[in-house]
Nanobody, 113 residues
């Protein structure tokens, strides 16, 4: 299974970006998550959406980011609004089909102040 992440870039503080993650197989039964890793820091969970479409968010993105999925398109999204310089990181998508996890290649998000 291959995951292709896209949508990162450079944006000013307060701006928005939408990340996409497209899988090479059906995502209908998968759980999806976005993680991020800033330089010198550990990878951390940003948001997740399960196969039943229930969602969870890290406290630091609640109210600003929205995770969603389009199963027919085999794609998951992370809409990021009100971006802050602290959101600068490489963002990774993750999909889980029992019993394995798969990772995308990462997409860089840089937020300037």
């Amino acid at each position: 299974v291959q995951l292709q992440a896209s949508g990162g870039g450079l944006v000013q503080a307060g701006g928005s970006l939408r990340l996409s993650c497209t899988a090479s197989r059906s995502i209908f039964s998968s759980d999806v998550a976005w993680y991020r890793q800033a330089p010198g820091r550990e990878r951390e969970l940003v948001a997740s959406i399960l196969s039943d479409r229930s969602t969870t968010y890290a406290d630091f993105v609640k109210g600003r980011f929205t995770i969603s999925r389009d199963n027919p398109k085999k794609t998951a999204y992370l809409q990021m609004n009100s971006l802050k310089p602290d959101d600068t990181a490489v963002y990774y998508c993750n999909m889980y089909w029992t019993p394995r996890n798969y990772w995308g290649q990462g997409t860089q998000v840089t937020v300037s102040s």
